[in-house]
Nanobody
Framework: QVQLVESGGGLVQAGGSLRLSCAAS????????IGWFRQAPGKDREFVAA????????YYADSVKGRFTISRDNAKNTVYLQMNSLKPEDTAVYYC???????????????WGQGTQVTVSS
């Protein structure tokens, strides 16, 4: 079992940066792939990035590649999403999620946080 809590969202101007954190509790955190997803109003939840349990593999959606970086600190049970060069279209609720296997499909993830709002103004 893994419990996930996101933080770090907020309001930022276009071109700015934010760092989201996903804090996990549970003894098996290091066994899980952690993904970030986002959902804008009226849109489906979409994959943003994911990182393997050891941190050696990273996966990104094309829309964020080169701007976002995912990382994890297993000693702190925390995964980060560094978001640079933010655009208004990045505005969404961002969720972290945990799964035993790497996937870009939201339906494959078993555990979810409550989400954190990111708003990028133009």
């Amino acid at each position: 079992q893994v419990q996930l809590v996101e933080s770090g969202g907020g309001l930022v101007q276009a071109g700015g940066s934010l760092r989201l954190s996903c804090a996990a509790s549970g003894r098996t955190f290091t066994s899980y792939v952690i993904g970030w997803f986002r959902q804008a109003p009226g849109k489906d939840r979409e994959f943003v990035a994911a990182i393997s349990w050891g941190g050696s593999r990273e996966y990104y959606a094309d829309s964020v590649k080169g701007r976002f970086t995912i990382s994890r600190d297993n000693a702190k049970n925390t995964v980060y999403l560094q978001m640079n060069s933010l655009k208004p279209e990045d505005t969404a609720v961002y969720y972290c999620a945990g799964d035993r296997r790497s996937s870009t499909a939201a339906g494959e993830y078993d555990y979810w946080g409550q989400g954190t709002q990111v708003t990028v103004s133009s």
